[in-house]
């Protein structure tokens, strides 16, 4: 699911996230919709924080190679 970006001067990017104590269901799909949403944002990283999930979780996508992409984005 593509998540709303909150941008700066949103509070919440100013808390402290918590840890992630549980590699659960819950935290697989919170990772998944931070995936969908910095492709659909023609990202390359994100963290929880900007979905407004104070997480400390974030995500980097560093393709082998550029070509390797298809027109969305995915490797």
């Known amino acids: 699911m593509i998540r709303k970006i909150i941008t700066y001067p949103n509070p919440n990017l100013f808390k402290k996230s918590l840890p992630v104590e ?10 998944d ?3 969908d949403t910095m ?3 023609n990202g390359i990283g ?3 924080v900007q979905i ?3 997480k400390r ?7 082998r190679e550029l070509d390797e992409l ?6």
Not at 23 to 29: N, P, Q, R, V, Y
Not at 70 to 75: A, L, V
């Open 57 to 63: 979780v974030f995500l980097v996508l560093i393709p």
């Open 22 to 31: 549980s590699f659960d269901d819950e935290l697989g799909a919170l990772l």
């Open 46 to 48: 994100i963290s929880a």
């Open 33 to 35: 919709d931070m995936y």
């Open 70 to 75: 298809d027109e969305d984005g995915n490797p």
């Open 39 to 41: 492709i659909a944002s």
């Open 52 to 54: 407004d999930e104070l």
